[in-house]
């Protein structure tokens, strides 16, 4: 059978939007920048005009990045023996749950609110990919719905049901340092010339970005779907996202703004080939660097907490950190545990010396690069840009994570990532059409399992 286009195909269209109107699916795993015709959800759209825009996707924006080929034809189910398939397509093909054998989500740290203090509620569950579109058009085209698109497969019914809200203490901490660097970027000179991608942990990343949103527009790139036995929690991701939901769309749309890359470090998990686990990672594709000319900075945050591996870029990335640095866009590492709290001026009031969490429920320190206000400072002017009159500035004394960084090029691999997100289709792919049982499938192939 001849491989199918990677195009964009109307699977089904309903005149109410209340049925959630066209649905446009890209087919494929490799998912490419595509461009959006018409404009991004305004800063004071409801949820209701949410709902249209998805509705009438077909003919005011294309909804790129969603790979869905929801029931198998039956070329497809006619298939004997199912080569490897890429994890999302197994899934959008199969089911989400597809070789789960019966297994369900657990989630930790969960909460009853969101960030603002409101309780979930389940009927907007299938709008988030919408709403989480950048407000910024020209960061549209990088945007990669898929993960929040899961909510809307046709047998997500259970996660919808019961997803939670998720808030860690880390992803506290996080929030706080993404507003400590909003605060550095909100002094910068031409911010709109800044980018920031921000490699975390999924839901640390969704923090940070969340911390960012006010001064860098968030671009959210997590490019797999959720299953309970993933290489990748994917589904933690999935309830960070709503749990900072408020801020993540009500970022600004107009100004001079960052914009912020938002990866998940968990991408490229390792992985053995367990036969318990679903290979739910993924590679991302950063803008290339024609599209990056008016870009003047770019920083990379790391976690940069003395683990091994905390200061390096992931091997997706680096081919295109060394093509941006060879057309003269520097690339800088920032550890986000660099971020830390400064207890120095506790005493001078609460709005000088703290900040509120998102969703903890108090107040903490405000977290500065280096600790204090200083080195805050200090940072800033070594970027080239100026810190606030009568800054503070003071070289910090200790190592700080990326201290002389530079992009070189690294071989990947022999493989390359061509087993990345792989796993073997079913042995009966008539019978496992819309299994959520996984037995066959994980006895089917003597490699590369879940």
């Known amino acids: 059978m001849t491989e199918r286009p990677r195009s964009f195909v109307l699977q089904v269209a309903y005149d109410q939007y209340e049925l959630l109107g066209a649905r446009w699916w890209h087919e494929g795993l490799t998912l490419k920048p595509v461009a959006f015709a018409g404009s991004a959800l305004g800063a004071d759209a409801s949820r209701r005009a949410a709902l249209k825009v998805l509705a009438g996707l077909g003919v005011g924006a294309v909804f790129a990045g969603v790979a869905f080929r929801g029931c198998s034809s039956d070329e497809d189910a006619s298939t004997s023996s199912s080569p490897p398939l890429a994890a999302a397509d197994a899934q959008r093909q199969y089911g989400l749950l597809y070789a789960a054998d019966g297994a369900s989500f657990v989630w930790t740290d969960t909460t009853p609110n969101d960030a603002n203090g409101d ?15 950048p407000k910024v058009a020209r960061w549209q085209p990088f945007y990669l719905p898929t993960l929040a698109s899961s909510l809307l497969a046709p047998d997500a019914t259970e996660l919808r049901a019961k997803i939670p809200f998720v808030n860690s203490a880390a992803m506290q901490q996080a929030f706080l340092r993404g507003q400590a660097l909003a605060e550095l970027i909100a002094f910068a000179e031409a911010p709109a010339k800044w980018l920031i991608v921000v490699d975390l942990p999924g839901p640390l990343s969704v923090a940070f970005a969340a911390g960012l949103a006010k001064h860098a527009t968030p671009v959210c790139m997590f490019g797999n779907w959720p299953h309970p036995r993933g290489v990748v929690p994917a589904h933690m991701t999935l309830s960070a996202l709503l749990f900072h939901r408020p801020q993540l769309t009500a970022s600004p749309h ?21 036969s318990d686990r679903f290979d739910n990672r993924y590679v991302v594709q950063l803008p290339p ?12 945050v790391v976690p940069g907490d003395g683990q091994a591996g905390s200061e390096q870029e992931l091997d997706d990335l680096n081919e295109t950190f060394v093509s941006w640095r060879s057309v003269g866009i520097p690339v800088r590492m920032v550890g986000a545990a660099d971020f830390l709290p400064d207890n120095e001026f506790a005493g001078q009031g609460e709005e000088a010396s703290h900040k509120q969490v998102a969703g903890g429920g108090g107040h903490a320190p405000r977290h500065y690069w280096g600790g204090n206000r200083a080195t805050h400072g200090w940072w800033l002017h070594s970027l080239g840009s100026r810190p606030p009159d009568g800054a503070p500035m003071q070289a910090p004394t200790q190592r700080m994570a990326g201290d002389g960084y530079e992009p070189q090029r690294r071989p990947v691999g022999a493989s390359g990532f061509a087993d990345v997100g792989k796993v073997p289709g079913p042995a009966d792919p008539s019978r496992s059409r819309r299994s959520t049982s996984g037995g066959s499938w994980s006895r089917s192939s003597g490699g590369g399992s879940s």
């Open 289 to 300: 660097a024609k599209e990056l000319r008016d870009i003047h900075r770019v920083l990379y």
């Open 254 to 274: 107009e100004g001079e703004l960052a914009a912020a890359l938002v990866l998940d470090r968990d991408r490229l998990r390792p992985y053995d080939n367990a």
């Open 119 to 133: 309780p979930l509620v389940r009927d907007s569950l299938q709008l988030l990919a919408a709403e989480l579109q």
